[in-house]
Every structure is written in C-alpha cells, then in structure tokens.
C-alpha cells in the first residue's frame, strides 16, 4: 500500500485534481477521521462525509466498489461523497450503489493581470486581519453561512486550525468595517503558489448585503494576492449561487465543465 503522501500526489498527476479536501486533510492530521485501507484503496470517513481514492495503476478493477461496500458495513453513518473534479468512475460507483447528485460546487478562475480600480465608500473601511477581530469575524462567519454545511461550522478552534496552517498570512486576510469599527465583511485569501492565489472565503453580515461589499472585498483581495506576484486567481462558489457566481462573473471570472466538484449523497 503506497503511503498517503504518493497516493494523493500519484492521484492528483492523473486527475488534476487532489482528491481529498482541505477539510478532510485538517480533519486526518487531528485524528478526527476513520481510516479504511485495502488493495491500493483509502476511504477516509469523518462524520457522515466519505472520500474514497483508488490508486491510479489498480483502477479498473472493481476495488473502489469493494472499499465502499466495506464502508457502508463499518460505517452505515456514511452518508454523502464528494467527486472532486467530477470523475467518470466515481459518477460510475456512485449510480451503482443508487446514490444521487445532490450538489454542484465550481472553481472559477481569472487572471490576476488588468484590475480595475478599488474604490471603497467613503463610509467603509477596509485593512487587514488584526488578532481583535477574532470575535467579530466568528460572528459575522456564523451570520453569513448559516446554511452552508461546511464554512457556517466553522468555531473558535477550527479558525485556529485554518490559522495554524503554513499558508495563512494574516495580510491576506481583508476585513471591512464601518467607521464605528463594526465588522461588515471579510475576504479569506489563500496563496496555493507563487503563481496561483485563491479567494478562499468571502463573507457579507446579512445586515450589510445590499452595498456592494462582497464585490468591495474581491476586489480588495485579488489587489492583495497581485502584490505576491501570482498570474491566476482561483475560487469556489456553489453552482446554484447565483447571486455569487453573477458577482464573480461580473468581475472576469469563468467556468469550464471540467472544474466542476460534485457531492453524492445516499438516497
């Protein structure tokens, strides 16, 4: 059985795409997901959410069918699964077990040459991350993505595990806020490389929607990720979020089908 570090890097070179998420990885590191191993095969289980990668040379064999089955026996909390770039042999695995596509999430992606200019309201401030903006962003966070399965769970410690990671640089890491000091909004960007930035999270108070700001704080963001050099910005937004992608649209980003991650969850 390769170790982890060659599955996911022999994984990622066939597929362009990694096949376990940030969320997963952060959760591994901690201990908090269970772990299945057979034939060149690792499930990862944490809470009701599966990810399962078969090791590119013994794909074809029937081995991701048999490691799911052993999951669902060990497991039967295992409820959903992401396809991270939509891969053909998961639509496969997931139609034979009768799990259905439930959810859509797109990368889009730009250039981060040719930036209009940034201009903030006169009633609006935007900087950077300070230590005592802690509450105020958990707050805002919690109000923005009350919805949303994965960013809205986001608490004191996993925004300390986020901070931890060797990536954050609290520069990137934009903050609007009114004239009061109130927070209004936030962009979360991340540098993946020195050529590739992504805007990570971009969260409105739902008090302050309706002023452009989530449009404001891109803006802020990729002027940010610009200054480190990078020539992409990537992102990614639910596909029925249209409000979100006519925002990211407006601001020069696009969509190919073949950036598309899909969840299936048991019917």
């Known amino acids: 059985m390769p170790t982890l570090e060659a599955l996911i890097s022999r994984a990622e070179a066939t597929d362009g795409v990694a096949p376990f998420d940030e969320a997963t990885l952060m959760a591994l590191r901690t201990g908090r997901v269970r772990t299945l191993r057979r034939d ?3 499930a990862l289980v944490r809470g009701d959410e599966l990810a399962l990668v078969v090791d590119p040379p013994v794909r074809g064999r029937g081995l991701g069918g048999d490691l799911l089955e052993q999951v669902l026996a060990e497991h039967p909390e295992a409820a959903r699964a992401w396809s991270h770039g939509n891969h053909p042999a998961a639509a ?24 209009p200019p940034l201009e903030p309201p006169a009633d609006v401030v935007v900087r950077s991350w300070r230590d005592e903006d802690r509450d105020e962003l ?3 966070n919690a ?9 809205g769970a986001m608490d004191a410690e996993n925004l300390g595990l986020r ?7 609290p520069e990137g890491l934009i903050v609007a806020t009114d004239r009061r000091g109130g927070m209004l909004g936030f962009h979360w960007t991340k540098q993946h490389s020195s050529q590739q930035g992504e805007v990570y ?41 249209e409000a979100a992608v006519a925002t990211y649209t407006g601001l020069g980003f696009t969509h190919a089908d073949a950036d598309t991650h899909v969840m299936y969850a048991r019917r």
């Open 163 to 169: 901070m931890a990671e060797p990536w954050f640089d």
């Open 201 to 241: 999270v971009v969260g409105v108070d739902p008090a302050a929607q309706g002023r452009g700001l989530g449009r404001l704080l891109t803006r802020a963001g990729l002027d940010h990720l610009a200054t480190r050099g990078v020539s992409e910005v990537i992102l990614y937004v639910e596909a029925d979020n």
């Open 143 to 151: 109000a923005a993505f009350a919805s949303h399965p994965e960013q």
């Open 92 to 115: 496969a695995l997931a139609a034979h077990f009768g799990w259905e596509r439930v959810r859509d999430l797109w990368v889009m992606r730009r250039s981060a040459e040719e930036l």
């Open 138 to 140: 958990l707050r805002v």
């Open 40 to 42: 060149g095969c690792l």
